[in-house]
């Protein structure tokens, strides 16, 4: 029972402390692209050390299409980081952390057509509730003109390569949760190599490396040991459940601190969004 106990703490941890990596990437000073290799490179140091220290990697098996997978995954990993961040850039935190919450239903969509997996009258109505709430969020009533509906279709773009990165990882079953996530960083890091502009680094202060840094090892390396090390002990419905925690925190955050305030149109895409969610993840609970 303590056990459990642990890792619904660590859970919750874990998805509170990635609802404020919109926070602090805006106070990190960097553009996505150069903060994304920055969280890279901080998770293959921790995680890495992790691995080896832990003696995991000996125990590794190493199948040719698993990697194959781990490098797919690793990919839109990347791209959904990528996306998520410039979002950032563009819109306000809360739009954009409601919109890339979608991923599940969008998993859900893409699920039904590549696996043929059922899709039920309820997940149906889900999902129109979803997209109801989208079109609220970035179409009704708004007047801030093409500057945040760029930044809202960032963050869809993020959440479709997070549902990618979900239904690619179903197939990653034999190499460790170690292993899996140091092989994606290092990728990452390796692919944004010729993207960086190095001359960014350059004009930081010391607030904005601290800021980097922490979203590197706090809400990368850490978020991930935190969440990988919990869900092994939980059963379903709580994963889910607490799924909302993370744009919560977001949303919280960016209406206590950068004083965002979503208007009533928002403020009902929202919540169809997070509705749609909700019935999304039921049946899953069941299951």
């Known amino acids: 029972m303590t056990l459990h106990k642990s890792a619904l703490i660590q859970l919750i941890l ?28 901080c ?30 995954c690793g990919a839109t990993l990347l791209l959904n980081w990528v996306f998520l961040f410039k979002s950032f850039e563009l819109t306000s935190v809360t739009v954009a952390i409601s919109l890339y919450h979608l991923a599940p239903v969008i998993a859900m969509i893409l699920g039904s057509i590549i696996f043929r997996e059922k899709m039920t009258w309820l997940g149906l109505g889900a999902i129109l509730l979803c997209f109801a709430g989208t079109l609220l969020i970035v ?46 960083m290092l990728l990452s890091m390796i692919l944004l190599l010729p993207f960086v502009s190095w001359t960014s680094y350059t004009g930081l202060d010391g607030m904005n490396w601290t800021y980097s840094i922490i979203t590197g090892v706090v809400h990368t390396g850490i978020v991930y040991l935190l969440f990988y090390n919990s869900v092994r002990y939980l059963p379903t419905r709580i994963i889910s459940a607490l799924v909302f925690v993370d744009p919560a925190v977001a949303i919280l955050l960016d209406v206590l601190l950068t004083g965002f305030r979503p208007n009533g149109w928002q403020w009902s895409g929202i919540m169809l969004i997070f509705a749609g969610m909700y019935y999304i993840i039921r049946p899953q609970a069941k299951n």
């Open 43 to 72: 998770a293959v140091i921790l995680i890495g050390c992790v691995w080896w220290f832990s003696g995991m990697y000996r125990t590794e098996v190493w199948e040719r299409r698993e990697v194959i997978m781990v490098l797919l």
């Open 139 to 184: 179409g009704v009533g708004q007047s801030s003109g093409g500057f945040q509906l760029t930044g809202a279709i960032y963050a869809m773009i993020a959440a479709f390569f997070y549902a990618a990165t979900m239904l690619l990882g179903k197939s990653i079953r034999t190499l460790s949760v170690y292993a899996t996530t140091f092989i994606q």
């Open 14 to 41: 874990s998805m509170a402390i990635f609802g404020s990596v919109g926070f602090f990437s805006g106070l990190s000073g960097l553009s996505a692209i150069e903060l994304v290799f920055i969280r890279c490179v």
